[in-house]
Every structure is written in structure tokens, then in C-alpha cells.
T-cell receptor, first 113, second 110 residues
Framework: EPEVTQTPSHQVTQMGQEVILRCVPI?????FYWYRQILGQKVEFLVS????????KSEIFDDQFSVERPDGSNFTLKIRSTKLEDSAMYFC???????????FGPGTRLTVT | GEDVEQSLFLSVREGDSSVINCTYT??????LYWYKQEPGAGLQLLTY?????DMKQDQRLTVLLNKKDKHLSLRIADTQTGDSAIYFC??????????FGGGTRLMVKP
């Protein structure tokens, strides 16, 4: 069964460093998403992406964040200068159609020290 | 902003039915979803319901939607120890953004 994969499973970085979280969506999906879950809090939407551009983003997704589809299979989330409060589980998701069910990857746990 | 709320914890005995409840505030919700998260794993889509339906059954899972009261429930029949997990309710508006509840931890006792 096709699934969304994410790497790495755990990333530790120092405050102020740049990190890139990687995702491989389900192969025939066209809509991609990033969510995050700070420990003990709700899963929060960050951004959606379609046709090589951002289609929707939340207030959390400020200038420190960017997304990219560098090739036909990967979808990345970059945080330019990490802050302690960026520590969270980051989930990638994809869907095959506009408004279709979103399938989530296993997440990357980001720890900023 | 929109809000989705769930109770934190539910404990049932193996073989009993579990009912996990969720309330939401967005009157323009189009779809409502149930996701399952096992320890160390991602969010597994369990089932969903379109907002103009009031019930959907999928094997042991029954979803009930009361749109007037903005109340969603997930019933798991014949609950097994393997059903122990955190269950998240989520709603989607006309866009593609999902708004999640805080999750209900289901504990199944043998």
C-alpha cells in the first residue's frame, strides 16, 4: 500500500541553525501539506502546496519557513533559523485530489537546543 | 478561529464498544475525519464523513454526525487491545486545511 515517508525520523539542531525536513508523498498525489504538533498540543496546519506554489498557509508559517518540491518525488520544509519553540513533531501529508483525504507520514521529531 | 474539542481519555474493556466524541465550531465544515495515532507512529486515516451525511459504517467503525449540534462521534464495536491509541477528530472547511482536536487516548483493558 502506498504511503508517505519522511526523513529523518528525529533531527536535533542548535538554535539559529537551518534545518530541512524531507517528505516523499504518495506518488500520484498532487497536493502536499505540512502540519506540526508541539508536545502536548494539537496538530496544527502550516501550509498546503499545489502546482509548485503555496495554496494556503497559517499564521505560524512566517518568513522563517519555506517549502519546495525540488524534484518529482520530494517535498521539503525548510526552517531558516530555528528557535527553541520550533521543537515539535512535523508531519507531511498528501492527497490525490483537491479536498481529498489527506494521508500522513510518520513525522519528523525536531528538537532545537 | 475554528475549534475542535475532544475528551482526553477513555477506558473500556476488551469486547465492549467504545464511543469517542468530538465537537466542532466551523459551520462550513465539508468533511470530518477520524485519525488514529499509535505510539511512535504517524496519523492513520481511519474514516471520514461528508457533512451532508449523518451516519457512515465501515466494518467495526460507525461515525455519527449531528450537524445541528456540531457533534461527531466514532463508535468502535468489539474493541480490541490493538485499538489502544490516540484518536483525533479533524474537520476540513472549503479549503484544504484540517483543524484537529486534541486527541482522545483510548485504553483497552483485557
Amino acid at each position: 500500500e502506498p504511503e508517505v515517508t519522511q526523513t529523518p525520523s528525529h533531527q536535533v539542531t542548535q538554535m539559529g541553525q537551518e534545518v530541512i525536513l524531507r517528505c516523499v508523498p504518495i506518488s500520484n498525489h498532487l497536493y502536499f501539506y505540512w502540519y506540526r504538533q508541539i508536545l502536548g498540543q494539537k496538530v496544527e496546519f502550516l501550509v498546503s502546496f499545489y502546482n509548485n506554489e503555496i495554496s494556503e498557509k497559517s499564521e505560524i508559517f512566517d518568513d522563517q519557513f519555506s517549502v519546495e518540491r525540488p524534484d518529482g518525488s520530494n517535498f521539503t520544509l525548510k526552517i531558516r533559523s530555528t528557535k527553541l519553540e520550533d521543537s515539535a513533531m512535523y508531519f507531511c501529508a498528501s492527497s490525490g485530489t483537491l479536498g481529498g483525504e489527506q494521508y500522513f507520514g510518520p513525522g519528523t521529531r525536531l528538537t532545537v537546543t | 478561529g475554528e475549534d475542535v474539542e475532544q475528551s482526553l481519555f477513555l477506558s473500556v474493556r476488551e469486547g465492549d464498544s467504545s464511543v469517542i466524541n468530538c465537537t466542532y465550531t466551523d459551520s462550513s465544515s465539508t468533511y470530518l475525519y477520524w485519525y488514529k495515532q499509535e505510539p511512535g507512529a504517524g496519523l492513520q486515516l481511519l474514516t471520514y464523513i461528508f457533512s451532508n451525511m449523518d451516519m457512515k459504517q465501515d466494518q467495526r467503525l460507525t461515525v455519527l454526525l449531528n450537524k445541528k449540534d456540531k457533534h461527531l462521534s466514532l463508535r468502535i464495536a468489539d474493541t480490541q487491545t490493538g485499538d489502544s491509541a490516540i484518536y483525533f477528530c479533524a474537520e476540513k472547511d472549503a479549503g484544504n486545511m484540517l483543524t484537529f482536536g486534541g486527541g482522545t487516548r483510548l485504553m483497552v483493558k483485557p
